[in-house]
């Protein structure tokens, strides 16, 4: 069955809302590898929180 244009609409903006999750999900995890290797742990967590905060509006 083919979608409806309001159907295709919502499944592609869908689409691009879990994109970006996933980028700012990736973004913060390089953040935290890189501060974490700095030496800076406490910024790391930091970054390491947000990471997983972002990664649970990945799941279905």
């Given at each position: 069955m083919p979608l409806r244009a ?55």
């Open positions: 309001g159907q295709a609409a919502i499944l592609s903006s869908m689409k691009l809302a879990r994109l970006a999750w996933l980028l700012t999900t990736l973004c913060c995890l390089g953040a935290a590898a890189v501060v974490f290797l700095r030496g800076d742990t406490g910024y790391a967590a930091v970054a390491l929180a947000v990471a997983i905060s972002a990664a649970i509006n990945l799941l279905p």
